[in-house]
């Protein structure tokens, strides 16, 4: 469990960056004979929120899942660097790239692919079960941290029985529950309307890169990127734009 506490807030954005804790090297990625990324080079450094945007079928999502192992580059390295120690994620093997995920990275969907049948507190703590941490210790944790983000009180309720924003900050603790120091989010308030969308970035910010952690968002919403600390534009597979936002780190 983190130190983060619902209502602490972030720490004033940094503009000297920490160390690149991935960096993506040359990456070119095709599907057939579609190219979604060409010789894309970035670095993203430990803390930093980094807003992915850009047009439709800019590469926004191939980027995301190379930079998360989800998939494999064509070319290109991505070198993730955390605990004195340099990893190519390109190279691993599925296997690897799988057990990488479960321990190091976390994930947020727009839509937060939680199981319907269960819980919030058992959506939570089944990723430390996938672990290995027994049942008990994994619900203990999943408590403590759906009570971070809020949902205090509402751990029985099924998916179903939880507004739009709710089921987000559960799919937030569940992808941090385990002790991801990197999170990955691929339009995480598509879903929402623009006040629960600010509420649901707030918590995604405070819970991440307010405790030290990095964050990296593929979004279309200006404001979801105004909230983030850098924003790289992607058209056709290359990056045509990089930039530190004026609001950086800003909470409603
Ligand atoms: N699994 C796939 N099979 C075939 N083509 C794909 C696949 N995934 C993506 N593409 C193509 O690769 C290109 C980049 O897609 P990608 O999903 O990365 O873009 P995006 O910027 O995330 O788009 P959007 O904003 O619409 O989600 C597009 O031309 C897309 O059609």
Redesign the pocket.
Known sequence: MTSFQHGTPPPAPSHVPGPAVLGARGLTKS??A?R?LTDLSLNVHAGESVAVM?P???????LLHCLAGIITPDTGQVLLQLDGGTTDIARLDDRERSALRRSTFGFVFQQGLLIPELTALENVAVALMLLGVDRSSAEHSAAQWLAALGLAGMEDRRVGQLSGGQAQRVAIARAQVSGASVIFADEPTGALDSGTSAEVMDILLRSTTGTGKTLVV?T?DDDVARRCARTVR?RDGRIVSDSLSPAAGAVA
Do not use: F, M
């Not at 439709?56 to 191939?62: A, E, L, R, V």
């Open positions: 599907y057939d579609t979604a850009g439709s079928g800019g590469g926004k999502t191939t593929v279309h992607l």
